[in-house]
């Protein structure tokens, strides 16, 4: 996919990419500020408006300061996919670019923050009866059924796949099953040519201090009323969008199989354990520059990532 119109030589979309926690979005709002242009979400948690406290949306504050797009903006019973969201975002970039010269996006979903800068391969869309008894599948047999089922459909996508994200095997799966092909026969790994440049910075902190960061937040948001958040949506539990951490272990412990001290400590361990898978898919991108969260050192580096780029364009 190609987003339309012809080549700007000075459109940015500058990428700001990095684990749970590490201060991504404080990073983004300076860095938005600086630039004077808006922010546009890749974190698939923060797309659903009901789910604040568990995915650290953007404050209301913040969201009144600075335009923000795919904050919010579905409900939870809502169908999205990264195909639907690379295009949606290259639809509103081409309008963005009518008017900013730079826009940021950010978020800790690499597939989605992918999709845009490289595109993504033309899969269709979700069959609801093999994803609804796919979800079966793993509500009745967890992750060891899901991995069993794909190991056998689709051997190679088994050792290229995180087999411990069961949205992607379930993508997969549904793929093949649907199409009668295995999933990995289906993906070009094709990159995309866009019609702006792509800047890419990613954030990081050393091992100890992000773990710190993420054990507070945790504990922030338990203070927040997390727990009564996701209780209120208990009874929508089979919901994909409520397939995350912070609310699968709080389901947990309202269907009595943990403790609530117990629940927190596994929100803690699983957000650690996400927040390494987020570093090592980053980390497989040569494009990406990486930093520590600080918004001066980070703007400097783009203002003259920018002006090199911009002149090199201007000569050729």
Same mark, same amino acid.
């Given at each position: 996919?190609?987003?339309?119109?012809?080549?700007?030589?000075?459109?940015?979309?500058?990428?700001?990419?990095?684990?749970?926690?590490?201060?991504?979005?404080?990073?983004?709002?300076?860095?938005?500020?600086?630039?004077?242009?808006?922010?546009?979400?890749?974190?698939?948690?923060?797309?659903?408006?009901?789910?604040?406290?568990?995915? @650290?949306?953007?404050?209301?504050?913040?969201?009144?300061?600075?335009?923000?797009?795919?904050?919010?903006?579905?409900?939870?019973?809502?169908?999205?996919?990264?195909?639907?969201?690379?295009?949606?975002?290259?639809?509103?970039?081409?309008?963005?670019?009518?008017?900013?010269?730079?826009?940021?996006?950010?978020?800790?979903?690499?597939?989605?923050?992918?999709?845009?800068?490289?595109?993504?391969?033309?899969?269709?869309?979700?069959?609801?009866?093999?994803?609804?008894?796919?979800?079966?599948?793993?509500?009745?047999?967890?992750?060891?059924?899901?991995?069993?089922?794909?190991?056998?459909?689709?051997?190679?996508?088994?050792?290229?796949?995180?087999?411990?994200?069961?949205?992607?095997?379930?993508?997969?799966?549904?793929?093949?099953?649907?199409?009668?092909?295995?999933?990995?026969?289906?993906?070009?790994?094709?990159?995309?040519?866009?019609?702006?440049?792509?800047?890419?910075?990613?954030?990081?902190?050393?091992?100890?201090?992000?773990?710190?960061?993420?054990?507070?937040?945790?504990?922030?948001?338990?203070?927040?009323?997390?727990?009564?958040? @996701?209780?209120?949506?208990?009874?929508?539990?089979?919901?994909?969008?409520?397939?995350?951490?912070?609310?699968?272990?709080?389901?947990?412990?309202?269907?009595?199989?943990?403790?609530?001290?117990?629940?927190?400590?596994?929100?803690?361990?699983?957000?650690?354990?996400? @927040?390494?898978?987020?570093?090592?898919?980053?980390?497989?991108?040569?494009?990406?520059?990486?930093?520590?969260?600080?918004?001066?050192?980070?703007?400097?580096?783009?203002?003259?990532?920018?002006?090199?780029?911009?002149?090199?364009?201007?000569?050729?």
């Amino acid at each position: 996919m190609v987003a339309d119109g012809s080549k700007n030589k000075h459109s940015t979309l500058i990428v700001i990419a990095g684990p749970t926690a590490v201060g991504k979005t404080s990073v983004a709002v300076e860095v938005a500020r600086h630039f004077n242009t808006e922010i546009i979400s890749a974190d698939s948690r923060q797309f659903y408006g009901d789910l604040v406290i568990g995915t @650290a949306a953007p404050s209301a504050n913040i969201l009144q300061q600075l335009k923000h797009h795919f904050v919010g903006h579905l409900k939870l019973e809502e169908y999205t996919n990264v195909s639907k969201f690379e295009n949606e975002v290259l639809q509103l970039l081409n309008q963005l670019f009518e008017d900013h010269e730079v826009v940021v996006m950010t978020g800790g979903s690499g597939l989605y923050i992918k999709a845009v800068c490289e595109g993504m391969d033309d899969l269709p869309d979700a069959d609801h009866e093999i994803r609804g008894m796919l979800n079966a599948t793993y509500r009745t047999g967890g992750l060891a059924a899901l991995r069993s089922m794909l190991l056998t459909l689709d051997p190679i996508y088994a050792r290229q796949v995180d087999m411990a994200n069961p949205n992607r095997i379930i993508r997969a799966l549904e793929v093949t099953l649907q199409t009668g092909k295995p999933y990995s026969q289906q993906r070009s790994n094709t990159k995309a040519i866009r019609n702006f440049n792509i800047v890419k910075v990613a954030l990081n902190l050393p091992r100890e201090a992000l773990h710190r960061q993420i054990n507070s937040r945790v504990d922030q948001m338990i203070e927040q009323g997390l727990v009564e958040e @996701a209780r209120s949506f208990f009874h929508l539990k089979h919901l994909n969008s409520l397939n995350t951490v912070g609310y699968k272990e709080l389901f947990d412990y309202f269907d009595g199989n943990n403790t609530l001290e117990g629940a927190i400590e596994k929100i803690k361990t699983n957000t650690r354990r996400y @927040a390494r898978r987020q570093i090592t898919w980053f980390k497989k991108d040569p494009e990406m520059h990486w930093f520590l969260p600080d918004p001066e050192i980070v703007i400097e580096w783009l203002e003259n990532a920018l002006k090199e780029r911009n002149q090199d364009s201007d000569i050729r």
